[in-house]
C-alpha cells in the first residue's frame, strides 16, 4: 500500500476517492509512466529530427489503425501521434484514457523483460491517487476493495481448460458502458464455478449438484461451505438475465454483481486448489 502524503497522514489535506473518474494528477502520472515505459531513450537526433525506435514506430502505427481506426495510408509523423497520445490521455474521458493504457500494455513490444515493472507503475499510480481501477490480467478491472483484488488476480493460476478467460470475461461485462452487463457478470462467474466442478471431477451433469456433491467428498469441504456454494449457484441462475431467469426475475445490483464475481472467482480457486492439495489434478 503507498504510503500517503504527510500533509493527509496529519489531517491537513484529504484526497476524494475517483470513482469512474480521472483527476488531472492522475492523467499526469499516467502520462509520465507511459512516457518512460515507451518513449524514454527510443530516439536518436539524426540530421534535424528525432528517428524513433522500430517499437515506438510500429506501436504508433497500430494504435492509429486500431485504436484510433484512422486510414493508415494518411498516417502522420510519430510526433503528431505521440501529440495524439498525450491528448487522449490527458484530455479524453476517463474510459478512452484507460482503454488506451490497456491498447498500449497489450500491443506495445518494446517492453522486453519490464513489462511486469510498468504495470506495477501503472497500478501504483491508480491505488495513490483512489482510483477505483487495476489492470489484473490483462485487461482494467474495477475494484472497490484489496481483498477483491487479490481474488481477482488469483484466477490467472487455474489450469483448467476456459476458466480464467471465463473469469476475465465476467469482469469485463462488469465495465461495460453506458451501463455494466450485471446479469452476464453473474451468470459468466457462476458458471465458471460450475466448470471447476465438472472439469476436476470429470462429471457432465446439466448443473453444478452432482459434480460438486462429488468433489465435496473427495476434498472432504465443510458441508456449510458446500451449502453456501450451491446457494450463490442458485442465486445466479434465477435472476433475469440467469440460466433459468425469465423477464420478471429479480434485477440484482452492480454491488451484488461485483460480490458474485469476487465470490465466485475465490471459491473456484479454493476448490481448483484444494483438488490439487488431495492429488486429484496435477498442479
Not at 41 to 70: K, L, M, P, T
Amino acid at each position: 500500500m503507498p504510503k500517503r502524503p504527510l500533509a493527509e497522514r496529519l489531517g491537513f489535506e484529504r484526497r476524494e476517492e475517483q470513482i469512474d473518474s480521472l483527476n488531472n494528477d492522475t492523467r499526469a502520472a499516467l502520462w509520465n509512466v507511459f512516457h518512460l515505459g515507451t518513449l524514454s531513450g527510443q530516439s536518436q537526433y539524426i540530421g534535424d529530427r528525432d528517428v524513433w525506435s522500430r517499437e515506438v514506430e510500429n506501436f504508433a502505427y497500430i494504435a492509429w489503425a486500431r485504436f484510433y481506426n484512422r486510414m493508415i495510408d494518411l498516417r502522420p509523423d510519430i510526433e503528431d501521434i505521440i501529440t495524439l497520445f498525450r491528448r487522449t490521455i490527458r484530455d479524453e474521458k476517463w474510459s478512452r484514457t484507460l482503454g488506451f493504457l490497456e491498447f498500449w500494455l497489450e500491443h506495445f513490444k518494446g517492453f522486453r523483460d519490464r513489462q511486469d515493472i510498468i504495470v506495477e507503475a501503472v497500478n501504483h499510480v491508480l491505488e495513490q491517487n483512489l482510483v477505483n481501477f487495476r489492470y489484473v490480467n490483462g485487461a482494467f478491472t474495477r475494484i472497490t476493495d484489496p481483498i477483491q483484488e487479490t481474488a481477482l488476480e488469483a484466477v490467472s493460476e487455474i489450469k483448467l481448460d476456459g476458466i480464467p478467460e471465463l473469469l476475465r470475461k465476467a469482469r469485463e461485462h462488469l465495465d461495460k458502458r453506458p451501463e455494466p452487463d450485471k446479469a452476464n457478470a453473474i451468470k459468466d462467474s457462476a458458471i465458471a464455478l460450475e466448470q471447476v466442478c465438472k472439469l476436476i471431477t470429470e462429471v457432465d451433469a446439466p448443473s453444478i449438484d452432482k459434480p460438486l456433491a462429488i468433489l465435496s467428498k473427495k476434498i472432504q469441504l465443510n458441508g456449510a461451505i458446500q451449502a453456501a456454494i450451491k446457494q450463490l449457484y442458485g442465486y445466479s441462475c434465477q435472476i433475469r438475465g440467469g440460466k433459468h431467469g425469465t423477464l420478471t426475475a429479480y434485477e440484482p445490483s452492480i454491488n451484488e454483481a461485483i460480490l458474485t464475481v469476487v465470490l465466485c472467482s475465490a471459491l473456484a480457486t479454493f476448490l481448483y486448489e484444494e483438488a490439487i492439495r488431495n492429488s486429484l489434478i496435477k498442479p
